[in-house]
């Protein structure tokens, strides 16, 4: 089992519409929660970090964890054409040790 | 402005060939971190540091060394002995002393391909 697993899509979404991006990890200890975006041929950039459990919103993001089910997801409301990219989701350790990363969901945004 | 600056951003290694990854920081940051990316898979940590004149492995150190002689600087070597090292590399920093909780800063990377 991978430590940090996303669905790698593409997943396709219509302009205006919600995307929700899934996370799971296997270290049941880990305390923090990264979404960085990643255009292609670029270098990511973070857009949420969450270290508790429930909803953590920033303009059209909301980041939720979910430590029991061991699951971390986000959400992008009115999805617009340049957030097409790649999401990647990052877990620190449980001893705080070590940051792993998903290989990331590619998103697009029609018009 | 403060950021990472990464060099070059195309490189070409042929077989036997070290080649060194140019990284460089002014954000006063203490912490330094180079990570490889291949198509279809997350960032894989090759090595970091944590201050200068020290470093330690990642999870894929075989094949590449780093040095921090100075807190701005962090050159990557990929040596010969590194099979297949084609790949995009980020090289990415830290405020530090918030260990693997704080937001990680990254350069424009380096694609890295094998003549």
């Known amino acids: 089992q991978k430590e940090v697993e996303q669905n790698s899509g593409p997943l396709s979404v219509p302009e205006g519409a919600i995307a929700s991006l899934n996370c799971t990890y296997s270290d049941r200890g880990s305390q923090s929660f990264f979404w960085y975006r990643q255009y292609s041929g670029k270098s990511p950039e973070l857009i949420m970090s969450i270290y508790s459990n429930g909803d953590k919103e920033d303009g059209r993001f909301t980041a939720q964890l979910n430590k029991a089910s061991q699951y971390v997801s986000l959400l992008i409301r009115d999805s617009q054409p340049s957030d097409s990219a790649t999401y990647l989701c990052a877990v620190n350790g449980e001893y705080g040790n070590k940051l792993v990363f998903g290989a990331g969901t590619i998103l697009r945004v029609k018009s | 402005d403060g950021g990472i600056t990464q060099s070059p951003k195309y490189l070409f290694r042929k077989e036997g060939q070290n080649v060194t990854l140019s990284c460089e920081q002014n954000l006063n940051h203490d912490a330094m971190y180079w990570y490889r990316q291949d198509p279809g898979q997350g960032l894989r940590l090759i090595y970091y540091?944590?201050?200068?004149?020290?470093?330690q492995k990642g999870d894929i150190a075989e094949g590449y060394s780093v040095s921090r002689e100075k807190k701005e600087s962090f050159p990557l070597n990929v040596t010969s002995a590194k099979k297949n090292p084609t790949a995009f590399y980020l090289c990415a920093s830290t405020r530090g002393g918030g260990g693997w909780n704080e937001k990680l800063f990254f350069g424009s990377g380096t694609q890295l391909s094998v003549l």
């Open positions: 540091s944590q201050i200068v004149n020290d470093f």
